[in-house]
């Protein structure tokens, strides 16, 4: 095990050097009000990385993805973009039943991707409707271009979201939940279309609550329960006790 961690700590620490680590983020705190939802949290994402962030309902990965997006203030700790800027993020938030109502066609919503880029502009310019079509051939919804986002199913619409968050980003995804009630087939597609991506060069982090895939497909998981339960590589995660019992409940 401690053979494991100082493994661990020399090949991140390497990669530091190497000015591999995107964002590194330091003992960061975020509350609501009084009540602290992410307290304390230290980990990195390096380029390449597929992490997986796990942890119970209300253990604060959201609130996490927020506050590395910028979307939501940090009470203390650093969070330091070493070769990323926020705004360069690719982000496909966890859906609400409201957001699945979206009056708009599939290309605005893709579009839409592009606006974090535009500052004060209203208009677009034709390289971003060019890679608004180009996103939408890759995830395989062109063909949906001129429908209503609100008419679509839920993979569709997911796969709308993805390719929009993909406007925004040529490095790094954050997705959260994004396989949250689709069916088994289509989740299945879904994470292909994601790992495809992350072997493509894009840095994924995504939130989920599927254990067995997040080992399956991501290379690093941060196990969160308001505090960082565990952090490192898969095979490492493996060995642990949190995962041991995750896996059990759910085979029970
Ligand atoms: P997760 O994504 O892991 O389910 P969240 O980050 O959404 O967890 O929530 C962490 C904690 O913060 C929970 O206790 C939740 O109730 C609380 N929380 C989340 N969003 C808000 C909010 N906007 N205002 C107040 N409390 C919130
Ligand atoms: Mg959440």
Not at 44 to 51: A, E, F, N, R, S
Not at 159 to 169: D, E, F, G, S, Y
Request: glycine share 8%; with cysteine.
């Amino acid at each position: 095990m401690l053979v494991n961690a100082l493994n661990t700590a020399n090949e991140r620490w390497i990669k530091y050097m190497e000015n591999e680590i995107l964002i590194s983020c330091k003992n960061v705190t975020i509350n609501y009000d009084k009540k602290v939802a992410v307290e304390d949290v230290s980990f990195d994402i390096c380029k390449g990385d597929y992490l997986c962030i796990v942890g119970e309902n209300g253990s604060g990965k959201s609130t996490l993805m927020k506050g590395l997006l910028g979307l939501i203030k940090i009470n203390s700790g650093e969070i330091d973009y070493r070769l990323i800027k926020k705004q360069e993020i690719g982000y496909l938030p966890q859906q609400t039943v409201v957001q699945r109502d979206f009056p708009a066609s599939v290309y605005e919503v893709v579009l839409s991707g592009c606006l974090n880029q535009n500052g004060f502009r209203p208009f677009f310019s034709h390289k971003q409707k060019e890679k608004a079509y180009k996103n939408m051939e890759l995830l395989g919804i062109k063909d949906l271009s001129k429908k209503s986002y609100r008419d679509l199913s839920g993979g569709q619409q997911q796969r709308v979201l993805l390719a929009r968050a993909l406007c925004a980003t040529r490095s790094l995804l954050i997705l959260d939940e994004p396989v949250t009630g689709l069916d088994p087939v289509v989740t299945a597609e879904m994470y292909t279309i994601i790992k495809h991506l992350n072997s493509h060069g894009i840095t994924v982090i995504m939130v989920s609550h599927d254990i067995p895939s997040a080992v399956k497909y991501g290379t690093r998981i941060l196990h969160m329960g308001r505090k960082v339960q565990f952090f490192g590589t898969v095979e490492e995660y493996k060995d642990t006790d949190i995962y041991l019992r995750m896996i059990g409940e759910e085979e029970q």
